[in-house]
């Protein structure tokens, strides 16, 4: 039996997301995101299957109109997985069971007879995408926001695997909106399924890299952090009483912080560090944002860049590297230590290291 190369890809694509998949639903650690991830992929291998068994003449093409389901249940699917991540409690409740009733009811309607035309569909499909793609884009800018309050790492960090995974999705669905509205302008169809046969390949395997390599990526927030987070965005000027209160917290606060130095520790959050102070979160948050006009992330990051600064104008030994310093003062990636060092000191760490050299190159001799 011989293959086109649309043919291969197709195979090549299939025994991704059903390896990945399967990969996934069978690890010990049960997690609800690894569960919709997994269905994900197995609705989009499937999806292809389908194209591909109609290519080879198994499969009838009225059959394949079931193939709207996968189409409609996408979008869907990927922001509950985006739930999932972004939201360390998070169940299926019935409500969410509702995100299956469009795909379900549109094929019922088919098999019932309705007329639909092909563009109709597509174009219903079209409008689902769009809306789903947009309630996850807000929620994954919910928990940057939430995050910049509540933990000292690098927020933007935990999202850049998703936004990626989002990112292929997005590009695939354009270029696809592309072949439909140009499909009278001599174009073959063969280019445009290699394109987003490759896209799909190259967004798969970027999950598949993410999920092996960063299996616990995403921290997740709760309840308690949106309320933080929400409580600072809708702060109101301080009551003279509250200023003193808050003034004295602050310089508590700054204390532990100089003489503990807690913010070593590349996860430390805002909840940790109330638990060692023995200050409710919520009043360390306010603080810090309404004495110090600094969000948790941008206080703790202030603190790990004075360290770094002293280790770079007095290294511990002659050969100690940047990402020795970096990792040293709580830090876990080089761009978002760079970015924050930058930030704070008008200069990348490598210049910051080579001024202090050649200053004290220049006072030896």
């Not at 965005?233 to 009551?239: I, T």
């Not at 990348?348 to 220049?362: D, G, L």
Request: aromatic letters at 14%.
């Amino acid at each position: 039996m011989s293959f086109t190369f649309i043919q291969f890809l197709q195979l090549l694509l299939i025994f991704q997301t059903y390896f990945f998949g399967l990969f996934l639903v069978s690890q010990r650690k049960k997690k609800l995101s690894n569960t919709i991830l997994s269905i994900l992929l197995f609705e989009i291998g499937s999806h292809i299957l389908s194209w591909f068994l109609v290519s080879k003449s198994i499969l009838a093409v009225p059959i394949t109109n079931f193939s709207w389901f996968f189409s409609f249940s996408y979008g869907g699917l990927l922001y509950l997985y985006a739930q999932s991540l972004t939201y360390k409690d998070f169940e299926m409740r019935k409500n969410d069971f509702s995100h299956a009733i469009l795909p379900i009811g549109v094929v019922i309607l088919i098999f019932a007879g309705v007329p639909f035309r092909e563009l109709d569909l597509y174009y219903g499909m079209l409008l689902s995408l769009v809306v789903y793609l947009f309630l996850t884009f807000k929620t994954i800018t919910h928990f940057h926001k939430v995050l910049l309050h509540t933990v000292s790492t690098n927020s933007k960090l935990k999202l850049n695997w998703f936004i990626t995974l989002f990112s292929y999705f997005i590009l695939a669905l354009v270029i696809d909106i592309v072949r439909v509205l140009i499909n009278g302008a001599g174009i073959a169809d063969m280019y445009w399924e290699i394109l987003v046969n490759l896209i799909l390949i190259t967004m798969v395997n970027t999950a598949i890299y993410n999920g092996l390599r960063y299996p616990d990526i995403f921290i997740g927030i709760d309840k308690e952090d949106e309320t933080i987070a929400k409580l600072n965005e809708d702060r109101k000027p301080e009551s003279l009483v509250e200023n003193a209160v808050n003034s004295e917290i602050r310089t508590e606060i700054q204390v532990y912080i100089e003489q503990n130095k807690p913010y070593l520790n590349p996860a430390l959050s805002l909840a940790e560090l109330s638990a060692q102070l023995k200050i409710p979160a919520r009043q360390v948050s306010q603080v810090i944002n309404e004495q110090l006009n600094q969000n948790f992330s941008d206080f703790v990051n202030t603190y790990r860049i004075k360290e770094a600064q002293k280790r770079l104008e007095n290294p511990k030994e002659a050969k100690e590297t940047i990402s020795e310093v970096m990792y040293e003062v709580g830090f876990n990636s080089k761009s978002a230590f760079n970015t924050a060092f930058k930030k704070k000191t008008g200069l990348s760490p490598s210049q910051y290291k080579t001024m202090f050299n050649s200053s004290r190159t220049e006072i030896d001799s």
